[in-house]
């Protein structure tokens, strides 16, 4: 209970991520057709990005270093590129490429990491000298670059305040004294997309509604933080799925890669279509909750008494197992999930992936069948953690997907 409880804490101010870690020491050089290079710097633009950094915005950011690894593997002749095209140098050093490009777009990005300096030398010291690896550093600058323009004054540095709408029955009021989490997101231009409410999905239910009241008494039942109806296995998957979301799929994705012995250009353009698909589905996902500005569940329980709805009941004590800090419609997990899955199901051209997932919260691993078992499992996950209604992680998901079928029929 005492762990539980130190984790429920870390989560009050976020989602929990790693620290007090620098980047993981870097592996002997890889062979030319080997992944690993790819593998190498996803895994560090990971550890990179997500130090002190929420889900979402962190998902952006991958979505930007993975097209630069992405196109320099096409620059090296392996695959098609997925932005830029550049000649092709079948003579540079891919890992000397890859991470340069990595490189210079974290550290353009996120100047501020953790030892990210003395990880790219470590790295580019272990490529051996001579015209490759000066070829590869070449090459790799160039990519960044190109992405570096592509992105600049993306919106993704820019301060937003928070301003409250008039309080009033579904109104979603923060619930942390501390800035709405991500809120960036509403001004940050799509890594693909056209415009952030291309695919704006209808909004909440209608406080009167029937469907509505079903889904307030679920979570009121389920999500409640000292709730007796949620079984064990319920608060393991809440507590399992509650990890920083970047963070947890990268994890997965790097060993999907290496569980499927996938070639340096099939690793670069799956990860690309990933990240890429994910970002734009939370950009999306923002969009659509600071628009619409729904409460939580939180908040709808304690005040059902001014809903308008003889079906709903007031619990002025009510307390959510969970807690996260910005609007409740549409769920952010939900079309973040979405995206990812969504993504693997167009590059594998199935929805049979067998996934294994681990959580650093839980401490355990769990494997999934399918893509769309994942997907059930997160449903239900946001579900008893009080976080959501359940109308809020269909409509996520249903976002999530038409993002990633946007733009996987066009990459």
């Known amino acids: 209970m005492k762990l539980l409880t130190r984790r429920l804490a870390l989560l009050l101010t976020g989602s929990l991520v790693l620290t007090g870690v620098g980047l993981s020491p870097p592996p002997s050089t890889a062979g030319v057709s080997d992944a690993a290079p790819v593998l190498d710097w996803s895994r560090y633009a990971t550890q990179a990005i997500v130090a002190g950094r929420p889900p979402a915005s962190s998902e952006v950011l991958l979505g930007i270093v993975h097209v630069a690894i992405a196109d320099t593997v096409a620059g090296l002749g392996y695959g098609r590129p997925f932005k830029f095209a550049v000649r092709p140098d079948h003579r540079a050093s891919p890992a ?4 340069t490009a990595a490189y210079d777009v974290l550290r353009a990005r996120v100047p501020n990491a953790a030892g990210l300096d003395s990880t790219y030398a470590d790295y580019l010291a272990r490529v051996p000298s ?6 590869g550093v070449v090459l790799g600058r160039s990519v960044a670059a190109a992405v570096l323009a592509w992105r600049a004054g993306d919106g993704l540095g820019n301060t937003v305040p928070y301003v409250q709408r ?5 109104v979603w009021e923060p619930t942390l004294p501390t800035p709405p989490a ?6 940050v231009r799509p890594l693909a997309l056209r415009y952030r409410a291309q695919f704006r999905p209808d909004g909440p239910d209608a406080l009167t509604s029937k469907r509505y009241a079903r889904d307030v ?3 009121a039942s389920l999500g409640r933080a000292d709730s007796t109806t949620r079984t064990a296995k319920q608060t393991e998957t ?7 979301t970047a963070q947890q799929w990268s994890r997965a994705l790097l060993q999907l890669a290496a569980d499927r012995h996938l070639s340096m250009a099939a690793a670069a353009r799956m990860l ?5 698909s994910a970002g734009d589905s939370v950009i999306a996902c923002w969009d659509a909750k600071f ?3 729904s409460w939580r569940p939180v908040h709808a329980i304690q005040r059902a008494n001014t809903d308008g709805n003889p079906r709903t009941h007031a619990d002025p004590g009510w307390q959510s197992l969970l807690n996260v800090n910005h609007p409740e419609y549409p769920s952010g997990h939900a079309c973040f999930t979405a995206g990812v899955a969504g993504a693997l199901q167009a590059f594998f051209h199935t929805s049979h992936v067998r996934l294994s997932m681990s959580s650093l919260v839980t401490g355990t691993t769990r494997v999934y069948p399918n893509l769309s078992a994942v997907r059930a499992d997160v449903r239900e996950a946001r579900i008893v953690s009080g976080l959501h209604f359940r109308h809020s992680m269909v409509d996520g998901d249903a976002l999530g997907t038409q993002v990633v079928g946007w733009i996987s029929a066009r990459h």
Request: aromatic share 8%; proline share 5%.
């Open 96 to 99: 000397a490429a890859v991470a």
């Open 130 to 135: 001579g015209s490759a690896k000066d070829r």
């Open 166 to 170: 008039t309080p009033g029955p579904g």
């Open 182 to 187: 991500d809120i960036v997101l509403t001004q």
């Open 217 to 219: 008494a679920e979570v």
């Open 238 to 244: 809440a507590m399992f799925w509650s990890e920083q």
């Open 272 to 276: 690309a279509l990933v990240h890429v």
């Open 291 to 293: 628009h619409y500005l």
